[in-house]
């Protein structure tokens, strides 16, 4: 069974950038979640997709935008980078209807 | 909207002793789910116990056990015989399901074991 996976694990951006960041679902999952987690804090949800639809957002700005494909793999797009955006993202699938998300190992991004 | 609160940023635990991490957390709802996510310093977060609200038994996966309180909105994770490679940041989570399983988290309780 492969675990969830996530490119690039670094990334350095200037503001004002555009930044996509890869997730491949754990093997049988058909939904992937993005997560936000700034530093000392708890991940914050971005959105979910599933069916290729998204499926759920939380409160972040129209600039994050993002993709599932069929083979239920997902990228998440910044836009316009901020300095405030600097974080560890953090990808997590599931299979739709069972609330248990496991978690990729997360691309950490530093916004100048 | 729901809230998961962490009041323990930092804890400390002698190796091969017991450990009580705290949880509270806020919602109207009454099925719901909940978890212990740990994470290390390579930053994966992973899962560590997970309990389903209308379950009245507490939830035990090995060294791992939790106190669910449903009345009082309390979930606390209890380690037992603490080893080294516990050392983590502990995170409590929530969510419930209306097909949108999104992961309420708390702020994390820094967790060292002390050889």
């Known amino acids: 069974e492969t675990g969830v996976t996530q490119s690039p694990t670094h990334l350095i951006k200037t503001r004002g950038q555009q930044v996509t960041l890869r997730c491949s679902s754990q093997s049988g999952h058909n939904t992937v979640s993005w997560y936000q987690q700034a530093l000392g804090q708890g991940p914050q949800f971005i959105f979910q997709y599933y069916r290729e639809e998204e499926n759920g957002r939380g409160n972040f700005p129209p600039r994050f935008s993002g993709l599932q494909f069929p083979n239920y793999s997902s990228e998440l797009n910044v836009n316009a980078l901020e300095l405030d955006d600097s974080a560890l993202y953090l990808c997590?699938?599931?299979?739709?209807?069972?609330?248990?998300?496991?978690f990729g190992p997360g691309t950490r991004l530093l916004v100048l | 909207a729901q809230t998961v609160t962490q009041s323990q940023p930092e804890m400390s635990v002698q190796e091969a002793e017991t450990v009580t991490l705290s949880c509270t957390y806020d919602t109207s709802e009454s099925d719901y789910y909940l978890f212990w996510y740990k994470q290390p310093p390579s930053r994966q977060m992973i899962l560590v116990i997970r309990?389903?609200?209308?379950?009245?038994q507490n939830a035990t996966e090995n060294r791992f056990s939790v106190n669910f309180q449903k009345a009082a909105k309390s979930f606390s994770l209890k380690i037992s015989d603490s080893q080294l490679g516990d050392a983590a940041m502990y995170f409590c989570?929530?969510?419930?399901?209306?097909?949108?399983?999104?992961?309420?988290f708390g702020t994390g309780t820094r967790l060292t074991i002390i050889p």
């Open positions: 997590a699938s599931s299979f739709h209807g069972v609330e248990t998300q496991y």
């Open positions: 989570a929530f969510t419930i399901y209306f097909g949108n399983e999104k992961l309420t």
């Open positions: 309990q389903e609200a209308y379950k009245q």
